[in-house]
């Protein structure tokens, strides 16, 4: 791996906030961002993600590569879940080994949007039909943990309302929010969007390191709970996403020769979705414990991914 690129990530002033974050806990700071704040400031970064996706995605022809390329996104989606809760459910009970495999099938937004911000730094571009992918992704794996928890759970008590489950998962907040801003940016014309686009763009890193700040604010918070279910969770939540994300950067050739493209592919099969599926999970399955896989995936998984992971998986993605 490039010595230069994991040190250029690792000075990255967005890293380096959500860094503050985690010491601000430990020094016992009362830092805080404050609700209402943070919960804008993610609606915002999944509205401009989404707009500008849509804006590339309008100059984009639709080929061939582009449908494969989606068919092999929402395979890895329902893929994913279904190999991790057998290598959880031996040692989690059935609704947390379906809710963290869920969660690992799943994607992580503000992952992709650090991605797409790494992208850029490496003088690459993110083409608008990943946004729509990362979007499509989001859905099958809570339909898929879903449904294993209902298949080998013989409690009773915890049945699922399928109905209630599927709907959830294709009307979440943050799943609604990237589809309808792709479409209303692929909608708009050139000079629309540009009458916006100090908003969506010039914003968008200040806003992303406010709001890592805050993710290091939360993590902090809750990785003390994680270590009273022992090392397990902690080891698969570095391993697994490591593995599902360098075996991508080498797979997603066989969909896509760009090598952006299949940088993106490899980062969203490696992360882990702690919005979209913890607010799944709250609703159909409640004996799911919140406090494994939602600090699984934020606290461990998602800085893994943005300090080291990047660089590996874009190394991965030029060497095949």
């Known amino acids: 791996m490039n010595l230069g690129l994991l040190i250029e990530n690792l000075t990255n002033p967005a890293l380096l906030f959500f860094v503050l974050g985690i010491l601000a806990v430990c020094f016992k700071s009362d830092l805080e961002i404050p609700p209402n704040s943070s919960k804008f400031i993610s609606l915002y970064l999944l509205f401009s993600i989404g707009f500008r996706g849509g804006q590339e995605l309008s100059h984009e022809t639709f080929t061939s590569e582009i449908g494969w390329s989606m068919l092999f996104a929402i395979g890895l989606s329902a893929v994913i879940p279904l190999y991790t809760f057998f290598i959880l459910k031996p040692r989690l009970n059935t609704f947390n080994a379906g809710a963290i495999a869920a969660a690992y099938g799943s994607v992580s937004a503000v992952t ?7 992208l850029e730094s490496q003088q690459l571009v993110l083409h608008g039909h990943m946004v729509a992918i ?7 794996a809570i339909i898929v943990g879903l449904l294993l928890i209902s298949i080998y759970n013989k409690d009773a008590s915890g049945k699922i309302d399928k109905k209630i489950a599927f709907k959830h998962s294709l009307t979440n907040g943050s799943v609604l929010l990237i589809l309808g801003s792709l479409l209303i940016g692929f909608i708009a014309s050139d000079k629309q969007a540009a009458g916006i686009e100090p908003f969506t763009n010039d914003l968008f890193k200040g806003f992303l390191a406010i709001f890592l700040l805050d993710m290091g604010i939360t993590s902090g918070r809750k990785l003390k709970a994680l270590f009273s279910f022992g090392w397990f969770p902690f080891l698969f939540a570095v391993i697994v996403p490591l593995i599902n994300g360098c075996v991508i950067a080498i797979f997603s050739s066989i969909v896509t ?39 699984m995936a934020l606290a461990i998984t998602f800085p893994m991914n943005i300090t080291i992971g990047l660089p590996i998986y874009f190394h991965r993605v030029q060497c095949f």
Do not use: C, H
């Open 134 to 140: 990362m979007a499509l992704m989001e859905s099958p």
């Open 112 to 118: 992709f949007i650090t991605a797409a911000t790494y």
């Open 257 to 295: 020769d760009d090598v952006s493209n299949r940088f993106i592919l490899s980062v969203l099969a490696a992360s882990a979705s702690y919005i979209a599926v913890p607010a799944a999970m709250k609703i159909t399955v409640p004996k799911a414990n919140p406090g494994l896989f939602l600090p």
